[in-house]
């Protein structure tokens, strides 16, 4: 999971728009491992989505899922037949992508952010960090800050710091610490070798 940047930056105005198979919103990936592999093919993938109707949720057979509200009123995930209101601001939910999963939407569309990893390779945390934070990519790991509101700064203390406005991601790989300073919410999302 490594590249050669001890930051990558990864701006949200340089994401395309992926239009979903039933057509009920649009996916943009922030990152994914390994880089360029497809729906079948990856070991974790983080993505925003744009969610505009209520409708099925694709499934993805051995897959876990964690899934935030970013903007909007939020919707109602049915996941095997039991309804989780999702209408907390970056609280994160998860769930198995094997589950037959249902939207309905509360109060218009929202956009929500994606943490998947396959299982049984790959193991995730996601935490919304508000206030100054160190971040530890740990040996053989990776952390994905992803800035869901507001902006934030993220540097080491050899390292130039990397300004991320909304939607703005950056990619640690090198093991070490990174000083987070959040003006708004941000995502950290660390990925592991699953156990």
């Known amino acids: 999971m490594t590249t050669s940047e001890p930051i990558q930056v990864l701006r949200a105005s340089e994401r395309p728009a992926t239009a979903w198979l039933n057509g009920g919103g649009v996916t943009r990936e922030v990152a994914g491992f390994?880089?360029?592999?497809?729906?079948?093919?990856?070991?974790?993938?983080?993505?925003?989505?744009?969610?505009?109707?209520?409708?099925?949720?694709?499934?993805?057979p051995g897959?876990?899922?964690v899934i935030t509200l970013a903007e909007g009123a939020g919707m109602a995930l049915t996941v095997d037949g039991v309804e989780q209101l999702v209408d907390a601001p970056y609280r994160p939910f998860a769930f198995s992508g094997d589950a037959t999963t249902d939207c309905r939407l509360l109060a218009g569309p929202v956009v929500?952010?994606?943490v998947m990893t396959r299982r049984g390779r790959v193991e995730a945390t996601v935490d919304p960090v508000t206030a100054p934070a160190t971040?530890?990519?740990?040996?053989?790991?990776?952390?994905?800050?992803?800035?869901?509101?507001?902006?934030?700064?993220?540097?080491?203390?050899?390292?130039?710091?990397?300004?991320l406005a909304c939607y703005d991601a950056a990619l640690l790989d090198c093991p070490g610490t990174h000083e987070l300073r959040p003006s708004g919410v941000t995502a950290v999302v660390t990925f592991r070798t699953a156990r």
């Open 34 to 60: 390994p880089t360029g592999a497809g729906l079948d093919g990856f070991e974790w993938r983080v993505s925003l989505a744009d969610v505009a109707s209520a409708g099925p949720f694709s499934r993805f």
């Open 112 to 114: 929500d952010f994606n």
């Open 135 to 163: 971040v530890e990519v740990p040996a053989g790991g990776t952390v994905l800050l992803v800035c869901l509101a507001g902006s934030a700064v993220v540097g080491g203390s050899e390292l130039a710091p990397a300004e």
């Open 63 to 65: 897959i876990d899922r």
